[in-house]
Structure formats: structure tokens, C-alpha cells
């Protein structure tokens, strides 16, 4: 059995995790369950993407882990031919540390949603982002209640009209992305469910990346806030709505300017070093170029998206640094303890006789 | 004999006092919360230990951290009784008291009997303190306590010169007053020091001014006993007849925390242990958290929820899950131990139970959540209930519920409680190797023909499989939704459902066919009447049947370790008695269970003080119900 040396890129997130003895396909990571997604739904194309995508990891699929927890997306575990747990609401980053810290072999997944995640489960999240548990988490946000038939999420904008809130919501909406870099996560991106290329990409870093790695997935629910990110698809609207970060380009978008690239872009400006969308860049404005070790400016670019539905809405990492995992510092605390070379039988022994004791014959 | 430099802790006993032979004596050590009291009650419970007698112990203190110095609401105490003979309970009423400063007094004088012995440090009994106190006039001058044996020693100025050498601050010699009051005490009664005096100067290896101004302390007081003419007696309480071995004292916390190791040991199995800091469980995380050598994982979580999904986690992975709380965590705890029962995988809750309801009374005791235990989660949930009896009892009630955990798939709620957790005993060790073995019995391939099915059940046990992760060939998904019977697919099927929470049930009602048959304590086979307790209750009802006896009473006492499932031929056992009275310290949460399980017209007697309870209120009740039960 080989396992990939953490050092080995590109998957140092996956150090420790079995190799799989021959290549694998998709098919091997589809379950015999039917899905039962509503018809259109996001949530396939992003179940399909993960399938395409798993294989290229090389990884033994019994080492691979997928813990979910209440939502329609949290289904995702039962159509992957992988063990799985499909738990309860908001729980599975907590489950999901568990496992991690004790199993280092396993490639832990957790697949959650807007409602999941950021709602009742928001205190979960943080505190997986900030200890650094070495898990993926795909965060799918439609910005409404699904499974309970639409009502408004913690995503969901001002005035949102739903079931629960027939006057319009009165409930200021969470950003994941601004959270989790506020929660000190090493890596946090965001891409779209129809951006099968971008997804694939994204997916590939955050396996990679060793530690907890957020990715906030932006998913249509046709049935409860169909498009939520039309902007962001649209032929029309994509090239001014979506804004690509990428690592050492400059953040560009709209209709091609001179040089090929985007005509608008995100400028600091020379005195107040604050950020500022420019609609036609000119040549003496200061483009950002992104740099995901740069959290200060990762947490400005989120916010652009936060005017609302048509603001430029940016994808791709937007943090990406090292840190120590909290389940590898576990486990080498553990090691240095003597984990692994005491003779537990012997040790308990010890345990036992080691108060003051004193015999009676 | 005066104790010296050279004797160096190796006493004998007082030459020109009178010795008197005591079978059993009860003494509490109270004072202001940063009087070292727990500590003081402590090394006296060492060095009592180490003389053979067998003893319980009983700390009492505030759950504010420093509440204002010299207030009632600050006294904390210490209560250790011991005997030459068995001892069930750390006694009702203190023999002696010994009293730091006037609130001490105050706040436990109550609990004293006329003749009992209060030995008082005198030295703050002046007007701000006695005010502070809630004392009128001097309780020392004005004939109030004239009932009692009262001691008034200057303890503070005493210490303070015994201490003049070392140089310390006034207010660092005066906190050595501690030792001075231990010295006292233990040449009362013949307890060896020189068990306290390698302690102080381990603990204080490295501030040689604190170690020998402590030790010089603990001397002074023990000199004051020998050469003042104050204390005509001391006392002999010989050693108890116990059996041979290797003995420890040990606190139900720490037992547990060892059950839980050991159940590691004798599994083969990782610990991990999820939890959120919480009275009066957090000593378990503590103890366990310095065990990474011998397998076992901590994890405090952010939250109790995520305390025991984390350990839900870890026992899917393989591990052997735990996670520690007391009530207000357990509630939280509930979905997760419903998912649990769903996934049916081990998984160790343990409830060191404290008065409520919601923060209730964080440092005292209760038995009050044993329904939540039964009850308290959505659908029909069972879940195995073990409590254990004694503090040292906790390391076997915790290998028990990790047995149970392991071998039925499920999970376990282990009730301590907050009298068990910081009450100590003494321990007869037992031999590593005659500890129960758990077998985990991991899957590892197909279990129906060529396919591997997650619910297809042991028949004996009807314990499913435990499939980890990385095993190959057995990939499967579980969750929280209803399972198909032996496939564990998704199953809204109404028949199946049915089925699926019926066998659930007879499979936690199944563990009963692998306990120990019932103990009943009835000495001379034909009582009447049938005492049944749970959980910590068992030292004080055997206290009192003890007395009951002695006085000519018959009557039977059976304890329970499981409360789910009740234990085989109990309901035999119930309906062979004229009278079945359930002594509890909640409002007869077991009676209604016994009553609803085996028709029984169940008696409750309870108490929710917060306190065990007293064996001569507990005899006093029982002999209601004897009377009764006779006439
Ligand atoms: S309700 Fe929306 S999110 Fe849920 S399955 Fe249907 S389309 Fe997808």
C-alpha cells in the first residue's frame, strides 16, 4: 500500500491516505441509490463534477469519507460509492473532527448548505475553519430553505419575500466567505455549480490544500429561489457579474478592454489603500493583483458582492495559506506522549498503582 | 512525645495524654475557600488511609471560584469519616469541626451534635468578621455554644510565629495556617504526617521558604496538641478489617476517568473523549487528557453538541467514543445520542449529575436526570443506563458501559453524580489482567454471501456490524433517516419502520440476558420489606439497613447498576416483598419506573438537597415504612 508523503505534491491534504492499487473512474464513485434531486436542480451538476473529479485524487475509495448533514444537499453522501454519514442538523463539522483526529488515513469530506452550515450549525463551521481540522467542506448555497419548502436562509437577501416571510425578509444575510476568513480559515473559495471547469479546479486545490478548506458552492434551487445567480450565467451578465481571482493576476472582468483583458477592475486607491471597482481601468490605476496569502484584501473583494444580486460577484480562492492542522498537532502531541510505543497493558498498571497506595496483607 | 526536626513525621503516639479507642469518627474541615480546606481534608484522608481504616470522604464547596472572603457564601469544607470497621457514607454529623474563621462556624455549627468537638481558629472572631459572618456578638463568649466541646485556639497568630524564620509575608504565613489545623488534628488522631510532609516538599521543591514554612506549620499544630494541657485526649481508631491487596484512595471522577483508559486497554480500541468544561464532570477531561500515552484522545469542542459529535465521529472511525457532561450538557446532547441509537454505533455518554433544573446547583448532587437519561430524546430512543454506587465503583460502572457500548452497538449513558465525582474512598486495585476483555469485532468483509449488508444483525446480540472506514469492499453510507432492515438503505416503508424501532428496543432489552444475577443484602433471608437504590444512595441505605438491623429490623436492600434494562428477576424479586420502598435523591424518578415495569406499589423517599443523604433521616424514614409494613 503506498500513501502519498505529505511533501509529495499536489495533494499534501491528502498525506497519510491510501493510494488506490489501479485508475479508477467515475462509475467506480456512483452509488447504486437513485438520486432524488428535483429535476434541475444544482445540486447534480456539482454531484457530477465531484464524481469526474475524485478519481484524478488516485485515492483508495475506502479511505474516503463523506459526512453530511440535514438539507437537500446533505443527500450528497448517499450517491457516492464511498462510506458516508448523513447526520443531523449543522453537527458535521463536529463529526467530521472527530473522525479526522483519529483517523489520518481517511480523505474526510463534509458536504453541507446555507441553512446547515451558517445557520444552526454556524458554530460547528467557525470553529472547524479556526482549529484547522484537516476536512473539505462544500458549502452548497441557494440562498433558501429547500428540504422545508421554502423559507429565507441566513444567505437570502433583504426583502426576500418566502413562506416564512410573506412582507419580505427583514434578516441581514451572512457572507460564508467573510465568515470563514474571519474564522482564520487557511483556505476558502467560492464557485458555481454550472462552471464545471471552475468547480473541477477549485475542487482539486481544496483537496490539496492540507487543512480545513472551505468552498462555498453558489447552487440554483429551480424550485425555491430559481435564479439566484442568473447574473452569474447569463451570456449577458457573466462577463460584468463574475470577477475570476486568480493567483497573481490582476482582478479584471467585464467586456474586453484594450490589452484583452477586462475593461473594469478592482484598484486600490494610492491614498486611502481602499479597494474601488473602476469601469474602465486607466493606465496609471493601481490594479490589485490578487495574492491569497493576503487576507486583508481577500476579506475587501468579498465584500463586493455584499451590494446585492447584480454587484460583481468575485470566484476562486480567496485564501489560501499554510498553518499547522489541529489533527496532525493532536497526533504528534500524542506521539511524543509515547502513543503507539507504551505497552498500554503495562501503562495501565502504572495508571492504577500510581496514586498513594499501601497494602494490607 | 513532641514531634521535631529529626523525628521528621515518624510519630508515635502522645505519651501523657489519654488514649481513647473510637470505633468511627466524623470530622469536617471547614474554612474560607482560599483556606485550603479541600487540600487540608485531603492529606488528612492520605494519612488516614495509610493507617487501614476504611473511610469516605465528602467535599463540599461554593461554585463561585473566590466569593467574598469571609462570608457564609465562601465557606468550603471538607468532610472525612473513618472507622475501624466498614464505612458506608461520609457520615451525617460531624464528631468534630474544625473552623477557620467565623463564617466556618456558622455555616456548620447547625450540623453538630451536643458534645461534638469544635476546634476554631480564634483569631478573626472580632467585629468586621463576626459582622461579615452574620454574627450579632461573639458566638465564642456568649454562652451559644455551650452545648459543644469548643477549642478556641489562635491558630493564625500561632502559625504566624511557628513561621517567623522563613521570612514569609504575613499574609503567606498566615495561609499556612492549614498545616497548623491538619498537625492539630491528625495528633488528635494518631495520624502519621510524614505522608504530608513529603507531599509539601515535593509540592513546594521550589520555594524552599513555602515548603519549610509549611511543614513548620503542620509541626506547630501538631506541638500545640502534644504540650498545651488544652486536649485531654486523643484517640485510637484502630484499622479496619479489609481485604488484602494494594490499596489507593480514589475519587469517583478519577475512577471513572481510569474505567474509561482501561476500557481502552482491554479493547484494544483508541479513547477519544469529546468535552465541554462543565461542573462537576471537567476533572474527567482533565484526568483523561493526560493519558495520550496509554491511547486516549481529548478533544475539547466548542459547544456540548459538538463535544459528543465529535466523539460520534471518532467512534464511526473506529475509536471508542466518549464524551463527558452533567445534565444542562446532556440536554443538549440529546440528537446527537438519538442519531447515535439510528447509526447504532458505541458511544459512551457520561452524566455526572448535579442539582437542577437548568444551572441548578452546579456543585452539589442530585439523581435527577435518570428519566432524561431513559427518556429524554425524540422517538423512541433506548438507551443502556449503568450507574455506579461508590466513587471507586466508577471505574467498573465505566469498563461496564464501554462493554455495553462496544458489544450492542449503541449508546451508553453512565450516571455519576456530583457526590461520587469528588467523594473518595479507598480502592482495593484490581489485577489489569483479570479486567473484562472488549471485543470490538470490527467487519472485515462480506457477512451475507458476497455482499455486505450494515443492518444485517448478530442474532444473539442483534448488534450490527462495525464497518469502519478504510475497510475495503464495505463502503455504505448511514445516517439519521430510518433504515431498512439488514440493507440500511433509505426506508419510508411504514412495515418496516415497525420493525426497525421494535428491534432497536429488543436489542438494548436483549443486554439484560448478559448481567449478573441480582444481589440482595437481606441477612436473615425473610425481611419483609425491600430497600431499592441506584447510583450513589448506596452507602447511606446500607448505612441505614445497617442500623435498622441493629436494631432488630428485617430488612433487605437490592442496588441497581442498570437501569436500562432493568436487571433479570427483578420483577420476581419486587413482587416478593410486602413493601418495596425506593430511597432517591429526586422526586422517585425509579419508582415510577419500577411501578410502570413491574406493577409495583413502589414507596418513594426522596430528598433534593443537594446533600447525600443523612443514614439517621434515611433509617429514620425506612423504619416509618417498616412499621407500617409490619402492623
Ligand atoms: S428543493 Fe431546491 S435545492 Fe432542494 S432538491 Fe429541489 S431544487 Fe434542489
Redesign the interface.
Known amino acids: 500500500m503506498t500513501t502519498h508523503a505529505q511533501q509529495d505534491l499536489p495533494f499534501p491534504g491528502l498525506a497519510g491516505v491510501p493510494e488506490a492499487d489501479a485508475p479508477q473512474t467515475r462509475k467506480d464513485f456512483a ?1 447504486d ?1 437513485e438520486v432524488r434531486w428535483c429535476p434541475g436542480c444544482g445540486d447534480y451538476a456539482v454531484l457530477a463534477a465531484v464524481q469526474g473529479f475524485l478519481p484524478q485524487l488516485g485515492l ?6 463523506f ?1 453530511s448533514g ?1 438539507g437537500c444537499s446533505s443527500r450528497f ?2 450517491y ?10 449543522g ?1 458535521a463539522p ?10 489520518p ?2 480523505s474526510v469530506w463534509v458536504v453541507t448548505g446555507d441553512g446547515d452550515a451558517l445557520s444552526i450549525g454556524g ?2 463551521l ?2 472547524a475553519l479556526r482549529r484547522n481540522v484537516n476536512v473539505t467542506i462544500l458549502l452548497f448555497n441557494n440562498r433558501v430553505y429547500g428540504l422545508t419548502k421554502g423559507q429565507y436562509s441566513p444567505t437570502s437577501e433583504l426583502g426576500k419575500v418566502t413562506k416564512s416571510t410573506p412582507f419580505g425578509s427583514v434578516d441581514a444575510p451572512l457572507d460564508p466567505v467573510r465568515l470563514a476568513l474571519g474564522a482564520e480559515a487557511t483556505f476558502v473559495a467560492r464557485t458555481i455549480d454550472s462552471d464545471r471547469q471552475h468547480l473541477t479546479e477549485v475542487l482539486t486545490a481544496a483537496a490539496a490544500h492540507r487543512g480545513a478548506a472551505l468552498v462555498e458552492i453558489l447552487q440554483n434551487c429551480p424550485v425555491f429561489n430559481d435564479g439566484a445567480f442568473d447574473a452569474l450565467k447569463s451570456k449577458d451578465s457573466a462577463a460584468d457579474s463574475i470577477v475570476r481571482l486568480v493567483e497573481g493576476a490582476p482582478v479584471r472582468f467585464g467586456a474586453p478592454g484594450e490589452d484583452g483583458l477586462g475593461a473594469r477592475a478592482v484598484v486600490r486607491e494610492p491614498a486611502s489603500g481602499m479597494l474601488r471597482v473602476v469601469d474602465q481601468v486607466a493606465a496609471d490605476d493601481e490594479v490589485v493583483v490578487h495574492d491569497p496569502q493576503d487576507v486583508a484584501t481577500a476579506f475587501a473583494l468579498a465584500g463586493m458582492s455584499a451590494s446585492g444580486a447584480a454587484a460583481p460577484t468575485p470566484v476562486g480562492i480567496f485564501r489560501q495559506v499554510q498553518r499547522p492542522t489541529y489533527d496532525d498537532l ?1 497526533r504528534e ?2 506521539r511524543q ?3 503507539g ?2 505497552d ?2 503495562a ?3 502504572d ?3 500510581g ?7 | 512525645m513532641t514531634l521535631t526536626e529529626s523525628t521528621d513525621g515518624d510519630l508515635g503516639e502522645a505519651a501523657r495524654t489519654a488514649v481513647v479507642d473510637v470505633a468511627d469518627v466524623v470530622v469536617r474541615f471547614a474554612g474560607d475557600s482560599g483556606d485550603g480546606m479541600q487540600l487540608t481534608g485531603g492529606r488528612f484522608t492520605q494519612e488516614t488511609a495509610r493507617l487501614g481504616n476504611d473511610l469516605a470522604t465528602l467535599p463540599n464547596f461554593p461554585a463561585e471560584i473566590r466569593a467574598p472572603q469571609g462570608t457564609l457564601a465562601g465557606v468550603s469544607s471538607f468532610q472525612i469519616h473513618f472507622a475501624g470497621r466498614q464505612v458506608r457514607t461520609p457520615g451525617d454529623s460531624p464528631d468534630v469541626l474544625v473552623a477557620m474563621n467565623p463564617a466556618a462556624l456558622r455555616a456548620n455549627v447547625g450540623d453538630l451534635r451536643p458534645g461534638a468537638t469544635v476546634i476554631v481558629d480564634s483569631h478573626d472572631f472580632t467585629g468586621r468578621s463576626l459582622a461579615k459572618a452574620g454574627y450579632a456578638t461573639d458566638p465564642l463568649d456568649d454562652g451559644t455554644l455551650g452545648h459543644l466541646d469548643v477549642q478556641a485556639v489562635d491558630m493564625t497568630a500561632l502559625t504566624v510565629e511557628a513561621v517567623r524564620p522563613f521570612g514569609l509575608s504575613r499574609k503567606d504565613a498566615a495561609r499556612t495556617k492549614n498545616m497548623f489545623a491538619l498537625g492539630l488534628v491528625s495528633w488528635m488522631y494518631g495520624r502519621p504526617v510524614d505522608g504530608t510532609v513529603a507531599f509539601v516538599k515535593q509540592r513546594f521543591a521550589r520555594t524552599p521558604e513555602l515548603r519549610d514554612a509549611n511543614v513548620a506549620a503542620l509541626r506547630a499544630g501538631w506541638n500545640y496538641g502534644e504540650t498545651t494541657e488544652a486536649f485531654a485526649v486523643t484517640y485510637r481508631v484502630k484499622p479496619a478489617a479489609t481485604p488484602p491487596g494494594t490499596y489507593r484512595t480514589i475519587t469517583g471522577n478519577t475512577a471513572l476517568s481510569y474505567g474509561l483508559v482501561a476500557a481502552g486497554v482491554r479493547s484494544g480500541l483508541t479513547v477519544f473523549a469529546g468535552a465541554y468544561p462543565i461542573t462537576p464532570a471537567s476533572d474527567i477531561l482533565h484526568e483523561l487528557s493526560k493519558h495520550k500515552a496509554l491511547g486516549v484522545t481529548t478533544v475539547q469542542a466548542e459547544d456540548e453538541i459538538a463535544a459528543v459529535g465529535a466523539a460520534l465521529g471518532a467512534s464511526y472511525g473506529g475509536a471508542l467514543g466518549v464524551t463527558t457532561t452533567s445534565g444542562p450538557g446532556l440536554a443538549l446532547k440529546a440528537e446527537t445520542i438519538g442519531l447515535a441509537v439510528m447509526l447504532e454505533l458505541p458511544l459512551v455518554v457520561v452524566d455526572v449529575q448535579r442539582g437542577g433544573p437548568s444551572t441548578g446547583l452546579p456543585t452539589k448532587t442530585e439523581q435527577a436526570d435518570l428519566l432524561q437519561a431513559l427518556h429524554g430524546r425524540n422517538g423512541e430512543a433506548p438507551v443502556p443506563v449503568v450507574a455506579p454506587r461508590s466513587p471507586a465503583d466508577c471505574f467498573d460502572a465505566a469498563l461496564e458501559a464501554a462493554r455495553i457500548a462496544v458489544t450492542y452497538r449503541t449508546p451508553v449513558l453512565l450516571l455519576s453524580d456530583g457526590y461520587l465525582a469528588n467523594g473518595s474512598e479507598p480502592w482495593l486495585l484490581p489485577a489489569t489482567e483479570a479486567l473484562p476483555v472488549i471485543d470490538p469485532a470490527f467487519a472485515d468483509g462480506p457477512n451475507d454471501g458476497v455482499s455486505f449488508l450494515p443492518y444485517l444483525r448478530d442474532p444473539g446480540t442483534l448488534a450490527r456490524p462495525w464497518a469502519v472506514p478504510g475497510t475495503p469492499g464495505l463502503e455504505h453510507r448511514i445516517g439519521g433517516l430510518e433504515k431498512a432492515d439488514r440493507t440500511g438503505d433509505i426506508s419510508y416503508d411504514p412495515a418496516n419502520h415497525d420493525f426497525m424501532v421494535r428491534t432497536r428496543q429488543a436489542k438494548v432489552e436483549r443486554i439484560a440476558a448478559s448481567l449478573p444475577p441480582l444481589e440482595v443484602d437481606d441477612p436473615s433471608g425473610d425481611a419483609t420489606v425491600l430497600v431499592v437504590g441506584w447510583g450513589s444512595t448506596y452507602g447511606p441505605i446500607g448505612g441505614a439497613c445497617q442500623r435498622l438491623r441493629e436494631e432488630g429490623w428485617r430488612v433487605a436492600h437490592v442496588h441497581l447498576r442498570h437501569l436500562n434494562p432493568l436487571p433479570p428477576g427483578l420483577g420476581e424479586l419486587l413482587h416478593r416483598y410486602d413493601r418495596v420502598v425506593v430511597p432517591e435523591m429526586n422526586l422517585g424518578q425509579l419508582s415510577r419506573l419500577l411501578r410502570a415495569e413491574h406493577l409495583i406499589d413502589a414507596r418513594s423517599v426522596t430528598s433534593v438537597r443537594g446533600l447525600p443523604f443523612a443514614t439517621e433521616e434515611l433509617a429514620g424514614e425506612l423504619e416509618h415504612h417498616l412499621r407500617e409494613a409490619c402492623s
Not at chain 1, 460509492?81 to 442538523?89: A, K
Open positions: 452509488s441509490q483508495r475509495k475506502e479511505n474516503i469519507v459526512v440535514i453522501p448517499y457516492l460509492d464511498t462510506y458516508g454519514m448523513h447526520s443531523i442538523h453537527r463536529a463529526i467530521a473532527t472527530g473522525l479526522a483526529v483519529t483517523r488515513d481517511l458554530n460547528h467557525v470553529h493532536v502531541q500524542s506522549a509515547g502513543w510505543e507504551t498500554r497493558e501503562g495501565l498498571e495508571l492504577l498503582h496514586g498513594d497506595t499501601w497494602s494490607v496483607a
